[in-house]
């Protein structure tokens, strides 16, 4: 079974850049679509961005040319580099399949605050 763990959250300064990553066990990881998600305080938890198996990205509109995700099958390992942080990307970021498998848990996600 697929277990996910988040790491690399922070607090940042408005303007700056930080990134997380999601280490995944089991050997299927490189055949899956990942996504990273966020969840703010009192706000349902929204897909961010998403990465094929093959590579194809796609992000919400509000990230677009901010954040990039990226994988590396040989590692078991999805990233989300983002950059330009604003205040409201401040949530916790989780990473699971995309589209989410009723199977994979979700794991503890990793606390991004962007505040001066």
């Known amino acids: 079974q697929l277990q996910l763990v988040e790491s690399g959250g922070g607090l940042v300064q408005p303007g700056g850049s930080l990134r997380v990553s999601c280490a995944a066990s089991?050997?299927?990881?490189?055949?899956?679509?990942m996504g990273w998600y966020r969840q703010a305080p009192g706000k349902q938890r929204e897909l961010v961005a998403a990465?094929?198996?093959?590579?194809?990205?796609n992000y919400i509109d509000s990230v677009k040319g901010r954040f990039t995700i990226s994988r590396d099958n040989a590692k078991n390992t999805v990233y989300l580099q983002m950059n330009s942080l604003k205040p409201e990307d401040t949530a916790v970021y989780y990473c699971?399949?995309?589209?989410?498998?009723?199977?994979?848990?979700w794991g503890q996600g990793t606390q991004v605050t962007v505040s001066s």
């Open positions: 089991g050997s299927i990881f490189r055949i899956l679509g």
């Open positions: 990465i094929t198996s093959g590579g194809s990205t």
């Open positions: 699971n399949t995309h589209p989410p498998l009723v199977n994979v848990a």
